[in-house]
């Protein structure tokens, strides 16, 4: 409850800002990752209610840095409203506790100066290793399947590829594949498929007319990365067929 004769303080699921700032967008990552929380934007940082000159404008601004700034999609446990209180007009934001977790910013992606959780009154970088716990316990325990902490890929040399064996690459095709999954995100298949040298030994599963097989890609013939084999070789990859246990 903001309002009355109750004190206004931050806490771990209230944080406040005075006017829009983009980095309100860490408290909304830190409440989707934590228990959810209320943003009220407003109120400074002492609790005083200071309002908002165009409720309408800062509504439209807050909508849109939400959508367009956080990492997968918010907006179905996200929720921006006008609120007065003794005649002041605040912009409250109500973020619940996410099902797909860890939510992330935009810009910065999976890595810990990108997700956040509350810690009381404060937004507190996750590190890596609680990122890759989270991301297991919402994707499953099979490595190919599971979200990537790099979602910026691009698959230029894949594109390629197919294009030449006149073979449709668009984001279908892609989640076909699996290097989408049906939340949207890259998975570590799709990390490991554009032409970068394999640090480690991945083994694949690639299709042939003569049927499926296994594929190490650092012991077969000497391919270090997945288009020099299926450029070579004339195959497909397909992920739908094979797991790799983490």
């Not at 298949?189 to 299709?207: I, T």
Request: aromatic share 10%.
């Amino acid at each position: 409850m903001i309002g009355g004769s109750m004190q206004l303080v931050e806490s771990e699921t209230v944080e406040f800002k005075c006017t829009f700032t983009p980095k309100l967008l860490k408290a909304v990552v830190a409440f989707a990752n934590s228990n959810g929380g209320t943003l009220y934007i407003g109120i400074d940082d002492f609790g005083s209610i200071v309002g908002v000159d165009d409720i309408d404008a800062t509504m439209l601004q807050c909508s849109n840095a939400i959508t367009d700034g956080v990492y997968p999609d918010v907006s179905e446990i996200t929720t921006v409203s006008a609120l007065d209180i003794d005649g002041a007009a605040l912009v409250k934001i109500e973020v619940e506790a996410g099902p797909h977790k860890p939510y992330c910013l935009c810009s910065k992606g999976f890595v810990p100066a990108g997700v956040y959780r509350r810690l009381g009154p404060a937004n507190v970088p996750i590190e890596m290793a609680q990122i890759r716990s989270m991301i297991k316990r919402t994707d499953g325990d099979f490595f190919e399947t599971a979200r990537s902490h790099e979602q910026s890929l691009t698959f230029f040399e894949a594109e390629r590829v197919f294009r030449r064996a006149e073979i449709t690459f668009d984001q279908t095709s892609q989640k076909n594949l699996g290097l989408i999954d049906e939340l949207g995100f890259y998975t570590n298949l799709a990390l490991c498929s554009p032409r970068w040298p394999l640090q480690r030994r991945c083994v694949y599963r690639v299709y042939r007319p003569s049927g499926w097989r296994g594929l190490d890609l650092q012991a077969d013939r000497g391919y270090r990365t997945v288009p020099q084999y299926i450029e070579r070789n004339a195959y497909v990859l397909c992920a739908g067929k094979a797991r790799s246990h983490r």
